[in-house]
Nanobody, 126 residues
Framework: QVQPVASGGGSVQAGGSLKLSCSPF????????MGWFHQAPGAEREGLVV???????AYADSVKGRFTISRDNARITLYWEMNQLKPEDAGPYYC????????????????????WGRGTQVTVSS
């Protein structure tokens, strides 16, 4: 089973930006819902953003207006642009997949339980 690998993390100051990438995911996943989840220290995994096979998206309230997800099916790559980063955004981020039958809203609820691989670390200093 192909496991998506996240990259692009790093250290920024509060208010800064990062662009995460997730590649390669299996080309057969182009119709799947793809997204990102986060696991803050001492907390449970939280699904933050997804993009369904039809291109519809769903965002957790904590990231709405700051983060934008997109996908390049030709390059089988998922992107996530993170702007206005806050110290509470720090931690590891993972990309994941969920079944294509789900709506974006349904997918956001379960993306944290999907197939996932190596994460990428984000550090935000105040």
């Amino acid at each position: 089973q192909v496991q998506p690998v996240a990259s692009g993390g790093g250290s920024v100051q509060a208010g800064g930006s990062l662009k995460l990438s997730c590649s390669p995911f299996d080309k057969n996943w182009n119709n799947f819902c793809m997204g990102w989840f986060h696991q803050a220290p001492g907390a449970e995994r939280e699904g933050l953003v997804v993009i369904a096979g039809d291109g519809s998206t769903a965002y957790a309230d904590s990231v709405k207006g700051r983060f934008t997800i997109s996908r390049d099916n030709a390059r089988i790559t998922l992107y996530w642009e993170m702007n206005q980063l806050k110290p509470e955004d720090a931690g590891p981020y993972y990309c994941s997949a969920a079944p294509p039958s789900l709506t974006a809203t349904q997918c956001l609820a379960v993306i944290r339980t999907g197939a996932w691989g190596r994460g990428t670390q984000v550090t935000v200093s105040s």
